[in-house]
């Protein structure tokens, strides 16, 4: 996905089973090349999985626009 996969969106190269058309490939990035799925990562179903990874994606989310702010609890408040 040219510049990144938002969090919350599933990304462009699943199939419908849920399986990676890049898999393989050179052109799979880097980022899911070097992901290692294990049960803190995936759970143990596809539940599971879906929730984790969403908030493994909202803990990497960059700041938010209320850090930036003035008087914000970020250091460009201080």
């Known amino acids: 996905m040219p510049g990144g996969k938002p969090a919350g969106v599933r990304c462009v190269q699943l199939d419908d089973g849920g399986l990676c058309r890049l ?13 290692r799925a294990g049960l803190e990562t995936c759970g143990s179903n596809a539940k599971e999985a879906y929730a984790l ?3 493994l994606e909202r803990l990497a989310a ?3 626009e209320l850090w ?8 460009a408040g201080r």
Do not use: D, I, N
């Not at 930036?68 to 970020?74: K, N, S, V």
């Open 23 to 35: 898999f393989g490939l050179p052109e799979r990035p880097a980022v899911c090349v070097g992901f």
């Open 53 to 55: 990874l969403a908030e």
């Open 62 to 64: 960059p700041e938010t």
């Open 68 to 75: 930036r702010e003035p008087g914000g609890p970020g250091l």
